[in-house]
């Protein structure tokens, strides 16, 4: 099929790229012509585990395009996956403008040469109940020729996109006629062989079960770090309790690993939004409220001490603290929401120098703090002379360091586990002090 996917971040380029592997000819359309210049050029944009060699090869074999030309993008298809930016706006709720502003332009083309067949708009980006309605008022408005608008929220995990959409747990379709449905299905098929339902539903349904989802996730989330402060207060040890509650079927083991809380472009800004929706409506969605606040407070959970440390041993002004992992969890390089963020201003704001490493994320935090901190080739480099070491994001590679040599570079064999990767036991018994969350 002739697909084009418009807004190439990371749900376009991903999506793009799995549907080209398939066999379809894809183009990607974007407004962003720096990004699309670099695409081009056969560029991959977003770090993405396993992105880069798909993306190379089916560029190569010419079915994956790139382009800023809404009219060469136009003629190319007739599915058109909106995947476009829904940022929040002052109250909270979802900003479509992004979606509705990508479809009247495409409307506005079709006006000026009607197709005979139907077009397919397709909704992947997050967006509030009552959009697809939105997305058509805005087509038709344009365009008088057939066409329909299908909901079909995307569930990828940035770290884990590629692997998501190729083996997806399941593919939500939410699809007003049962012939928009069966186009979408079979687009989807070759990546659901293993079993994964492809649920169909009514669009409503579709834009609601997206952020029910993510709010479920993040409300887990919460959950568990709520859990880990009471554990904090009372002497208990949160993983302990962890392990205790999640042998247990009905809780399950996934996403109860207690943090320095969500971030990301989805979570914050998804429980936010159905907050106002249900506001729109009259309700209050309670949950998703506390889980909201509850992770507001955690991403700064372990400054406190870590600042009370940096005093005892002269500070905190003028003193370093090495930051080890800044992208909002490991194997990307996003860092919206990202907790490394409010920590490095609260360390900044007390006078604290600030020597981070990220193996992915470095140059997109420089775009933010420039040279107000220093940026470490690597782990061992970021600690040496430093005050403490605080983990903020547990890269696969911060696992088992070589702790003899990092007590050495430290000035100070303090250790913050924004992460409780590390065994506080085995910490101790190294030399150095440990701080996790919720931890004896
Ligand atoms: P992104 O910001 O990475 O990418 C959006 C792209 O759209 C940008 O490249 C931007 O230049 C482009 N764009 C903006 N206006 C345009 C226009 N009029 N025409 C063409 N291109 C335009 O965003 P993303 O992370 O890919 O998210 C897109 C949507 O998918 C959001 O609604 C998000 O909530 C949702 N989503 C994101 C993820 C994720 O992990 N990132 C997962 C699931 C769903």
């Known amino acids: 099929m002739q697909i084009t996917v418009v807004g190439t971040g990371y749900v376009g380029l991903v999506a793009g790229t799995c549907f080209s592997e398939t066999g379809h000819d894809v183009v990607g359309l974007d407004i962003d012509k720096e990004k699309v210049a670099r695409l081009e050029q056969g560029q991959v944009t977003i770090y993405e585990p396993g992105l880069e060699d798909l993306f190379k090869r089916n560029i190569r074999e ?29 109250d909270g709720s979802a900003d479509i403008k992004y979606v509705l502003a990508a479809v009247t332009e495409i409307a506005k083309r079709l006006a000026a040469a009607p197709r005979s067949e139907e077009v397919l708009f397709v909704c992947k980006s997050t967006v509030p109940v009552g959009t697809n309605a939105k997305v058509r008022e805005a087509v038709s408005a344009q365009y008088r020729g057939p066409f329909d608008v299908v909901s079909n929220p995307e569930f990828l995990k940035e770290g884990a996109a590629v692997q998501d959409f190729l083996a997806p747990d399941r593919v939500v379709i939410g699809a007003r006629t049962q012939s928009a449905f069966e186009t979408i299905k ?16 009514d669009p409503t349904s579709a834009e609601l079960t997206k952020y029910a989802a993510n709010c479920f996730l993040a409300t887990k989330i919460s959950f568990i770090n709520e859990v880990a402060r009471i554990c904090e207060a009372t002497g208990a040890d949160i993983e302990m309790v962890r392990r205790g509650i999640t042998t247990d079927a009905r809780i399950g083991k996934a996403f109860l690993f207690p943090g320095l809380g969500y971030g990301g472009s ?3 800004k998804d429980t936010r939004a159905l907050i106002a929706s249900a506001k729109q409506v009259g309700l209050k969605a309670s949950i998703v409220d506390a889980a909201e606040r509850v992770n507001d407070e955690q991403k700064t959970i372990l400054v406190p001490g870590l600042l009370k440390h ?6 905190p002004k003028g003193t370093r603290v090495a930051m080890w992992g800044l992208a909002f969890k490991p194997r990307t390089d996003d860092i ?24 992915e994320a470095a140059a997109n935090v420089r775009k933010i703090f420039g ?6 080739k690597n782990p061992y480099e970021a600690a040496t002379g430093a005050d403490a070491l605080f983990l903020v994001t547990e890269w696969n590679e911060f696992r088992s360091p070589d702790w003899p040599k ?27 002090t440990y701080t996790g969350i919720g931890r004896k």
């Open 266 to 268: 989805c979570f914050p």
């Open 406 to 432: 990092l007590k050495k570079l430290l000035k100070h064999p303090a250790l913050f586990d924004g992460r409780n990767i590390y065994d506080p036991e085995d910490l101790r018994k190294l030399g150095f």
């Open 310 to 315: 940096l005093t005892a041993v002269g500070g």
């Open 62 to 90: 010419g079915r994956l395009k790139f382009t800023t030309d809404y009219a060469a993008a136009l003629s190319h298809a007739r599915i058109f996956f909106l995947c476009l930016p829904t940022p929040p706006q002052e």
């Open 186 to 201: 079979e687009l989807y098929e070759p990546f659901c062989r293993t079993g994964a339902p492809i649920i169909q539903m």
């Open 371 to 376: 040279d107000k901190i220093e940026y470490a």
């Open 336 to 359: 919206r929401e990202a907790p490394a963020l409010v920590i490095i201003e609260k360390l900044l704001a007390a006078g604290v120098k600030v020597c981070a490493f990220d193996p």
